[in-house]
């Protein structure tokens, strides 16, 4: 390796090629507000995966898919030795953004570009990828393409799995094989040798800090719990006070609880959220009968995962209240090797770079199960994402880029 | 008039032809679970009327109808005088039982039988009235008929609302009017005499009280608001508390302040529920950005209505939050002369009562506006109602109709 071939790959990355790639992206599905909804595999998640084949295959790429419709563009390296793979995802949310997940796609496909314009060949391979709904919004759970790539087993269920039209994946994938009759199997062979998603923050701590990049050191763990109250519908007008039995009230209090012992446990790193409820009957004049309500808990350090379980657990059961867990994932913590290669591209372009947690859950806390892996952050103006307004610098755009670029050579060069 | 008429009239009603009466009507939008399915104005409410209306000719009464689909059965009086009015409404709830409401319309009809069988003429004309869409389920706002019957000129403005499937109240009345070609319009002459509505509680209190009817006084002021809470929707995994808006957590705060000053202001008579919940975006991991939910208060005493308002209004300006009025009704007073008949009734036939002020709408609240009024109520078993499991006992059901019947005879015979 030409030891000035990372950061001659940076100063290729094309600010306005790249910037001109997330406006024509952002195309596909875009929203009245400036937003994107494109639900995974959906006609224009469609459309907007043969606008990445077709950017591939003009890149030189050649571009193979999965069982779960993951696709992979891959440049070929100099030896037959493990990928190094970056990507991640171009599902969005609902109301989403131009960035959440297709900024990482994209970046990857700007650092091919740019080894190409710089004539840089490498070693290993290097594989952009984009994973299946990560966002879990058409099908839950959601990152089925990174954990199923990780996992192949899960395939069995998650294509069962049914949309809010009662579409099944599978029959979504046959869709998506029908739309890319061409495309290959990626050929199962030896784990990958690193992985490295670049995304937005999603939060504000980067720009409360004022610096570009964040070098990102693990993922919290999370607690997602349904929480089930029961009470007995009533009339509004007729049933005295202490003759009720409102669902509400006591989910109410049970929601207050829960708070106080989530921040009594966590402390500042206490994430705690209750996002969805569901209120029956839902009527002005009537007492609500049920009332089922999200617990959303989130914290780096597993001991405090752990107790909240048990908290929880004897706080609901002191209410004669159920609960469902939707959905556990312990704190991952990214490889230290992979890590600082972040955090030396950082320093290579001169750039100040923040460590941090991810509070938000990415494709790479399955894909560092399968290799070493890390993760860079650039930053979320107001911290604002899965919003419409979702918006980052355009110089920061660029800067994660460059800084990808130089990971991602210094990767693809390393020794077996 | 025969002093022993009352007595007589209450001595004819017949228990098993009422009962089996409540179990035909019943039929019409019956349920598989019990209860039953009658929207205004469907099809199965029209084929509901007929059955009333057929059983009305059969017992000799004229049948008229006015502007909102009223029927009106009368029994003529000896003299030319205003009449006495009895009756309540025939429409359902979608998930109703067979007595909120038929029960009022069929023991007037079964007060006229036993008039008839027991040879009994009165100095003013009975009218059993068959109110339009008390429920207010298809067409908002409930209780159409009775206010359209008091003031007129709300037709203009009812006639307009739609269902849920578009079609205008208005559409629905000249089906209705399709339906019965002969029934003449009522002709609008001076106001009734009185006004008297026999109903289920819908409540406890008789239950608990353990007395089989209830002398309805009034009926408590109502308040509906809807409160909108603002936030900001965020990453729930990535946005710290301190820096997190959230709709949901505003709006607990503020359910519970208003819940502390409403029992505050209304002591044990304090009914306040907050029933209605839409929550937004409504998903595990992202923050609410909007909350809005609905207050139902109601007490008897004009002076805490206004109090309530009063501190909502303060409450909400501090928390910079919006409301809207949704329905505002101040407190029944029923005519004590009305009252006392009603409590005589219970007196002459040795049975205990209780003076109860009523927890529900019903359409003697507006017909209170048109003439002396008053309610009498039997026992909700377990209070339960706007249930297919609304159930009241056989006696109470037959003693309540029999002091319908001793009313409405000492009533009819009231000088002018």
Same mark, same amino acid.
């Given at each position: 390796?030409?030891?000035?071939? =990372? ?12 910037l ?10 875009a929203?009245d ?10 006609s224009?998640d469609i ?6 084949v077709?950017? =591939?295959?003009? @890149?030189?790429?050649?571009v193979? #898919? ?5 696709l992979?563009f891959?440049?070929?390296? @100099?030896e ?5 793979? %970056? ?12 960035? !959440?997940?297709c ?17 840089i060949? #490498?070693?290993?391979?290097?594989e952009v ?5 990560? /966002?879990g919004?058409?099908f ?11 996992d192949?087993? @899960?395939?069995?269920?998650? *294509? ?6 009662g ?23 030896? $784990?990958?040798? =690193?992985?490295? /998603?670049?995304?937005?923050e999603?939060?504000?701590?980067? /720009?409360l800090a !004022? ?33 009720r ?13 829960i ?7 966590? *402390? ?9 409820? %569901?209120?029956?009957?839902n ?13 959303d ?39 230290p ?5 972040? $955090? ?12 941090? #947690? ?9 894909l ?13 103006r107001? *911290?604002?994402s899965?919003?419409?307004? /979702?918006?980052?610098?355009?110089d920061h755009?660029?800067?994660? #880029?460059?800084?990808? =670029?130089?990971? @991602? ?5 390393e020794?077996?």
């Open positions: 390796m030409n030891p000035n071939d =990372a950061l001659e790959a940076a100063s290729f990355i094309d600010a306005s090629r790249l001109q790639s997330i406006e024509t992206l952002a195309r596909f599905g929203r507000d400036g937003g994107v909804d494109r639900p995974a595999l959906s224009v459309d907007a995966r043969r606008f990445l077709e950017h =591939a295959l003009a @890149l030189g790429c050649t193979h #898919t999965d069982a779960c419709a993951n992979f891959r440049r070929p390296g @100099l037959d030795l493990p990928p190094v793979m %970056t990507g991640s995802h171009v599902d969005t949310q609902p109301t989403g953004g131009k960035l !959440d997940g900024y990482g796609v994209l970046a990857g496909l700007e650092c091919l570009a740019a080894l190409n314009d710089a004539g060949r #490498t070693r290993r391979p290097l990828v984009v994973w299946t709904n990560e /966002e919004t058409r839950q759970p959601g990152a089925m393409g990174s954990s199923a790539f990780v192949p087993a @899960l395939m069995e269920r998650y *294509g069962q799995t049914k949309d809010a039209d579409i099944s994946l599978d029959r979504a994938l046959v869709a998506h094989r029908e739309a890319f009759p061409s495309l290959e199997e990626r050929v199962t062979d030896k $784990a990958a040798h =690193a992985f490295i /998603e670049l995304h937005i999603q939060g504000p701590l980067l /720009e !004022d610096v570009p990049l964040g070098v990102v050191k693990g993922i919290q763990g999370v607690r997602w719990y349904a929480v089930r109250c029961k009470g007995v519908a009533a009339h509004a007008g007729t049933t005295p006070m202490h003759a039995h409102d669902a509400m009230t006591l989910a109410v209090c049970i929601r207050a609880e708070s106080a012992f989530a921040h009594q446990l966590g *402390g500042d790193d206490t994430r705690v959220t209750f996002g969805r409820w %569901t209120v029956l009957p009527s002005i004049n009537t007492i609500a009968s049920d009332v089922t309500f999200t617990i808990f989130r914290h780096p350090n597993p001991a405090v995962l752990h107790a909240f379980d048990r908290q929880l657990a004897a706080c609901l059961a002191h209410h004669a209240v159920t609960s469902e867990a939707l959905f556990i994932h312990p704190p991952v913590v990214f490889a090797s992979v890590v600082q290669r972040v $955090a030396d591209a950082c320093h290579a372009l001169g750039t100040h770079s923040l460590n941090i #947690t991810s509070g938000a859950f990415h494709d790479a806390m399955y560092a199960r399968h290799c070493p892996s890390a993760m860079l952050f650039v930053p979320s107001g *911290g604002i899965h919003n419409p307004q /979702e918006a980052t610098d355009d755009l660029v800067l994660g #880029t460059r800084a990808l =670029a130089h990971c @991602l050579v210094h990767l693809c060069n020794a077996p």
